[in-house]
């Protein structure tokens, strides 16, 4: 089905592109199919086996209206076992409105189903060629999130100006929210959770700066979220709740002729009010780093190695005090995860790209479900996976 899958959508990519490139029409499209296996947990599935559930499949076209406004989107289908709902969604589609432009100023609105454009690689991460690892560090990049994260629907703003003496800026702000499937509510909340999961309100801003004749860039975003859990009145084992995530991203990205080095730290407080029983609290703050360097050892191969660390909760490190809480249901390890990552890239032609990566990685705190944890499942502190992606672009 999913090989049928990615004939279908190239061969329709194929030709779209064909016919509609012009001056105001932009068709293009990309096209992934990968392995992957896990051993020590259900990141992609239950049995552990080799799975292909690695797929990316997705059309992107924008068309100017005007000098000043355009039209974009991208539909994509995804398959990535556990990691998120698979199918077909509708990553953005939007209005771009050029409100103002000279040498110096850039001002751009946009409405409709915005990206989001606030993290390192939050923008980037729906097309598989454009991101630097097959899996993205999962402390900032939780993929149980993909979907509520790589936009939104409502506005954004974003305003890019040059100084002859400071260098670029970039300013980001957006607000909206995203919808949530009924399996995408499972993923996050638990296949006992038989409600609705809500996102209802979603304000973020960001700031880069790049300063002048530099190859460093730095930037600081902020992320205030709220969501809603409805349960249903029969058969539910929770009641409704209420969600605030809260996050503070600083990031650093150096891009020279060969060595590419990143880094991002977050700060991140959860609060989660009821779900449980009545007048239930919990509010807590995790804290996660990860610094990736990438070596374009010649214009086909590219290396990559990356570190990364993360805590559910900052002041529970060991995870100790979240297991007592749960009466040993909850191991110590879901309270934090750690990743060593090594992985290469080859690029077999102009548009076609082969790569493979390894990762080794103690704890579960970014495993789904998030709210109620599956040990019987993840009964592993320490755990492994390694994947190849196949990916074509046009």
């Known amino acids: 089905m999913r090989t049928l899958l990615i004939l279908n959508m190239t061969s329709v990519g194929l030709m779209m592109s064909g016919y509609c490139q012009g001056e105001n029409f932009q068709v293009h499209g990309f096209a992934a199919q990968g392995i992957i296996d896990v051993n020590g947990s259900n990141y992609v599935n239950d049995d552990g086996a080799l799975s292909t559930e690695l797929t990316e499949i997705g059309l992107n076209a ?58 390192l690689y939050s923008s980037t991460r729906d097309i598989p060629f454009t991101r630097p690892s097959i899996i993205l560090p ?6 149980g999130f993909r979907d509520i994260s790589v936009g939104a629907d409502g506005g954004a703003l974003k305003i890019s100006h040059s100084s002859d003496t400071l260098g670029n800026f970039d300013f980001n702000i957006s607000t909206g929210s995203s919808s949530i499937s009924n399996e995408q509510t499972k993923i996050v909340m638990g296949d006992f959770a038989l409600g609705e999961m809500k996102h209802s309100y979603d304000l973020q801003t960001s700031l ?17 979220s709220d969501f809603e859990y409805e349960a249903v009145a029969q058969g539910d084992m929770f009641i409704d709740a209420d969600i605030t995530l809260q996050r503070v991203i600083a990031n650093v990205l150096y891009e020279g002729e060969n060595w590419e080095f990143s880094g991002e730290v977050l700060q991140e407080r959860f609060v989660l009010e009821d779900f449980y029983f009545d007048n239930f609290h919990r509010d807590s703050i995790g804290q996660g780093i990860y610094v ?11 290396l990559l190695a990356r570190y990364e660390r993360y805590y559910a909760n900052k002041d529970d490190r060991s995870g100790r005090e979240l297991e007592a809480s749960t009466g040993g249901f909850v191991p110590n390890y879901f309270g934090y995860q750690h990743d060593a990552t090594l992985g290469l890239s080859y690029d077999l ?34 755990w492994q996976l390694w994947a190849m992606h196949l990916m074509y672009w046009f």
């Open 208 to 224: 880069y700066w790049q300063p002048l004749l530099s190859s460093w860039r730095f930037g600081l975003a902020l992320l205030d």
């Open 138 to 143: 999962q402390s900032v990049y939780f993929d």
């Open 349 to 382: 032609a102009d548009n076609l790209r082969l790569q493979f990566e390894y990762h080794y990685i103690e704890g579960a705190a970014r495993l789904t479900p998030v709210i109620l944890p599956n040990p019987e499942v993840n009964d592993n502190e320490s």
């Open 292 to 302: 990736q360097s990438r070596y374009k050892v010649n214009s086909d191969l590219t």
């Open 62 to 119: 924008s068309y100017s209206l005007t000098q000043t406004l355009r039209l974009a989107g991208q539909i994509v289908y995804l398959d990535g076992g556990n990691r998120y709902d698979d199918g077909v969604r509708v990553d953005y589609a939007l209005l771009d409105w050029s409100a103002y432009s000279n040498e110096n100023w850039q001002v751009n609105f946009y409405l409709g189903r915005y990206k989001n454009y606030h993290w």
